[in-house]
Nanobody, 119 residues
Framework: QVQLVESGGGLVQAGGSLRLSCAASGRAFSMYRVGWFRQAPGKARVFVARISWSDGTTDYADSVKGRSTISRDNVKNTVYLQMNSLKLEDAGVYYC????????????RGQGTQVTISS
């Protein structure tokens, strides 16, 4: 079992920055990949960014590429998502999810942290 707890969300003005954190516990050593996803009200959950737990390889959605950075701290078992130049469309609940299977299936997910963007 892997437990994930997100933090760092809040209210920020458009153009501002936020850093989200995802703290893993339990069998964190079994994680293969950790991803961030966003869900806006009434919309489907969408992929934002992901990172390989072993070698730090990253991947981003086109909508956040160049504005966001995903990173990890293997000692603290924490994944971060630094988001800059925030836009209104970045608002939503951000979830981190972990894959322990090596595929593209995320089998653990946190409760989410709310990001609200004001104009």
């Amino acid at each position: 079992q892997v437990q994930l707890v997100e933090s760092g969300g809040g209210l920020v003005q458009a153009g501002g920055s936020l850093r989200l954190s995802c703290a893993a516990s339990g069998r964190a050593f079994s994680m293969y990949r950790v991803g961030w996803f966003r869900q806006a009200p009434g919309k489907a959950r969408v992929f934002v960014a992901r990172i390989s737990w072993s070698d730090g390889t990253t991947d981003y959605a086109d909508s956040v590429k160049g504005r966001s950075t995903i990173s990890r701290d293997n000692v603290k078992n924490t994944v971060y998502l630094q988001m800059n130049s925030l836009k209104l469309e970045d608002a939503g609940v951000y979830y981190c999810a972990a894959s322990t299977s090596g595929g593209n299936v995320y089998n653990y997910r946190g409760q989410g942290t709310q990001v609200t963007i004001s104009s």
